[in-house]
């Protein structure tokens, strides 16, 4: 058990550039979500993937967002012109199956300047 | 859409004491369960404890345990002979829905304070 592994750690980008956050599951976790969480929150549901399905979207998961996970391992988040509202910990959490807890990787913090 | 109130921002406490962290929640679900989650400084979301909703036994984890009332949608932790180690953020996290997300409070800070 590795760990659920997010890249990078951190990502500064100007207002208006594109973005793009890696997660690496656990291995053999077929379920894995995407949260969101500002300062001074609780992470905020974005996405959640069974294998290589994307089955519910939030609705703040806007147009400028969109989510992958094409083989049912790694996923990957892109932002496309990023605003200043983006900035945020974009966490990434992982579980074997239904019922269990999720695991959490350390997150990818993004500031949009 | 199901809610989650944490009514204490912040909280400290003296190293070796007890302190409680309450949790209230809204659900229409009758199978659920429900988790705490901590999250110290700059430090990785990591579980701290986990209670079934059909279970009337409240769970326990070493110094962690839970006041569960199904019937008040109460889900408070309790955290017996503090240690520094403790200081992090602390949420109360029920899953929703068929995907299982969870859906998190505002947390509540906890300080333990030598």
């Known amino acids: 058990d590795t760990g659920v592994s997010q890249n990078p750690r951190h990502k500064i980008t100007k207002r208006g550039q594109n973005v793009t956050f890696r997660c690496d599951p656990i291995s053999e976790h077929n379920r894995l979500y995407w949260y969101r969480q500002t300062l001074g929150q609780g992470p905020e549901f974005l996405t959640y993937f069974q294998n290589e399905a994307q089955l519910e979207k939030s609705r703040l998961l806007s147009d400028r967002f969109s989510a992958e996970r094409p083989k049912g391992s790694f996923s990957t988040l892109e932002i496309q012109r990023t605003e200043q509202g983006d900035s945020a910990m974009y966490l990434c959490?992982?579980?074997?199956?239904?019922?269990?807890?999720?695991?959490f990787g350390d997150g990818t913090r993004l500031s949009i300047l | 859409a199901q809610t989650v109130t944490q009514s204490q921002p912040e909280m400290s406490v003296q190293e070796a004491e007890t302190v409680t962290l309450s949790c209230t929640y809204d659900t229409s679900e009758n199978n659920y369960y429900l988790f705490w989650y901590k999250q110290p400084p700059s430090r990785q979301m990591i579980l701290v404890i986990r209670q079934e909703a059909y279970k009337q036994q409240n769970a326990t984890e070493n110094r962690f345990s839970v006041n569960f009332q199904k019937a008040a949608k109460s889900f408070s932790l309790k955290i017996s002979d503090s240690q520094l180690g403790d200081t992090a953020m602390y949420f109360c996290?029920?899953?929703?829905?068929?995907?299982?997300?969870?859906?998190f409070g505002k947390g509540t800070k906890l300080t333990v304070n030598p």
């Open positions: 996290a029920p899953p929703q829905g068929g995907s299982e997300k969870l859906v």
């Open positions: 959490a992982s579980s074997k199956e239904g019922r269990l807890p999720q695991h």
